[in-house]
């Protein structure tokens, strides 16, 4: 099993839609969790931070649920610029970063 | 100026010769870290770094070797590559992630090495 897993997508949408993405993590003991956002070819650059008690910037949710040990993010109103792959990252107690696979998601007219 | 710098971006070789990716950073951070990313497999960690005394490997070090040779620079060398070693390589660095700072982690922009 791997140590954080994403369903890889791709999520297909049409814009305005709300979209959810969950994220699975098996090291119970991790510490912080983060979504990061990848645009094609391009380098992964920080979305958000996750919080236990949640956290919302604009159309963007993250949520942590520590009993199940996974992290989501919702995006409503989805925009075409939302398209890109969105990857979790997950920081274990040891101090090792480990990413998902990532979600993709296309965002279409 | 980037804060993390990757030479090269873009490298093609030949299977059997040595190459070196450099990673240099103006953040100031002690942790760096090499990733390789793959199609469809997200990133995965080769090496790993806290300070300059401290190196660890990641999930896939083999073939690959790293020096941090200050606290700025951390390079991965590939002794003989072969092709399954094509790949897009980032490098990355953070701060402790403790009430010092989040643990974000800033990227270069990748080198893209392909290997003939």
């Known amino acids: 099993r791997k140590e954080v897993e994403q369903d890889p997508g791709p999520f297909n949408v049409p814009e305005g839609a709300t979209v959810a993405f969950n994220c699975t993590y098996s090291n119970s003991a991790s510490q912080s969790f983060f979504w990061y956002r990848q645009d094609c070819r391009k380098e992964p650059k920080l979305l958000m931070s996750v919080y236990s008690s949640g956290n919302e910037d604009g159309r963007f949710t993250a949520q942590l649920n520590r009993a199940s040990q996974y992290i989501s993010l919702l995006i409503r109103d989805s925009k075409l610029s939302d398209s890109a792959t969105y990857l979790c990252?997950?920081?274990?107690?040891?101090?090792?970063?480990?990413f998902g696979q990532g979600t993709t998601l296309q965002v279409k007219p | 100026d980037a804060d993390v710098t990757q030479t090269p971006r873009n490298r093609i070789t030949k299977t059997g010769k040595r190459i070196m990716l450099e990673c240099s950073q103006t953040?100031?951070?002690?942790?760096m870290y090499w990733y390789r990313q793959d199609p469809g497999l997200g990133l995965q960690l080769i090496y790993y770094s806290f300070d300059v005394k401290d190196i660890n490997k990641g999930e896939i070090s083999d073939g690959y070797s790293v020096s941090r040779q200050a606290q700025a620079k951390f390079s991965l060398s590939l002794e003989s590559a072969i092709p399954n070693q094509t790949a897009l390589y980032f490098c990355a660095t953070s701060d402790s992630g403790s009430e010092r700072g989040t643990g974000e982690l800033f990227f270069g922009e990748g080198s893209r090495l392909t290997v003939l």
């Open positions: 953040k100031g951070h002690d942790r």
């Open positions: 990252v997950v920081i274990t107690n040891t101090g090792k970063l480990i």
